[in-house]
């Protein structure tokens, strides 16, 4: 059976998981003495997430000053400047406008000259930071968390990626429609890496993820649907509205709800 906890909520998902973040972050480590280390996704799903951050940012309600990012992934042989480059999403939703220093920043480098090595000094770092605190994502249609594929191995180390064709076709629209434009290999945490995160949240939105947060949550436990990795999770939470948990049997939902995740 699923350990995920789910929420169901009418409420702005992106407002209330940045409130919960900025909880999170003023209460963590009072004294400075340890970061706070936080897994940021990219896609259409946390935009307002960020917005409301930098909005806490600019009320003097929250301080980056203390975190350490690690972005979840990044297209291969996308040149960071490249207005789709996950390096200018962040740029452009979140970092531009708040106070992270840009050494505690990480984002895996799709243009390394060594691939592997990249990947594999990304999940040293992580573990010479102390870990994932709290890691945010989205999902993909096919249940893809990062750019986990179906079929990525439960215990998979941040690694290089071939995308697949759904995700490519869902990701076009980013690249003027032109599946030929999207890039075809990503580098991505992988999912061992996010397990081994103390907290996750899973952001989820519209009908197109029914079917994801359904195997999340009522599935069984299978790599051919990536996001069910996380039923083992001890600590992770789906935050869905009606839409994306439109196929979910009513009894699904923690109804504790919103009260008890804040
Ligand atoms: C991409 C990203 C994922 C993200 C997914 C869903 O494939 N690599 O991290 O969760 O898109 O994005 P969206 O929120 O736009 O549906």
């Known amino acids: 059976m699923s350990k995920i906890k789910l929420i169901v909520t009418e409420q702005n ?3 209330l998981v940045a409130t919960y973040i900025k909880q999170r972050i003023n209460t963590f480590n009072p004294t400075f003495t340890k970061p706070f280390v936080i897994g940021f996704p990219t896609g259409s799903t946390p935009l307002d997430m960020y917005k409301y951050l930098v909005e806490f940012y600019k009320n003097g309600e929250l301080s980056f000053k203390n975190v350490i990012s ?8 996308l040149d960071v400047n490249h207005p789709e480059s996950y390096h200018s999403y962040m740029r452009k939703n979140l970092f531009d406008h708040i106070d992270i220093p840009a050494e505690n920043i990480n984002i895996p480098n799709g243009n390394a000259a060594d691939l592997q090595a990249a990947c594999r000094a990304y999940d040293e770092k992580i573990k010479s ?9 989205g999902v993909g249609r096919n249940g893809h968390i ?7 191995p439960f215990d998979s180390p941040t690694r290089v990626v071939t995308l697949n064709e759904n995700t490519i076709s869902a990701n076009a629209r980013f690249f003027n429609n032109d599946v030929n434009a999207v890039p075809k290999q990503a580098i991505s945490m992988g999912l061992g890496t996010i397990m081994a995160a103390r907290e ?6 519209g009908v197109k993820k029914a079917d994801a947060v359904y195997q999340a949550i009522e599935g069984k436990r299978d790599i051919k649907c990536s996001i069910t990795v996380l039923q083992e999770h001890p600590n992770a939470y789906i935050v869905s509205d009606r839409d994306a948990a439109s196929l979910l049997s009513t009894s699904a939902c ?3 709800g919103v ?3 804040m």
């Open 146 to 152: 990062a750019f986990n594929e179906p079929g990525s």
């Open 13 to 15: 998902i992106g407002l």
């Open 200 to 205: 996750v949240i899973i952001m989820t939105t």
């Open 129 to 137: 930071c102390g870990g994932i605190e709290l890691f945010l994502g």
């Open 70 to 77: 690690f972005n979840l992934d990044e297209y291969v042989n």
């Open 254 to 256: 923690m109804k504790c």
């Open 259 to 261: 009260c008890s995740f």
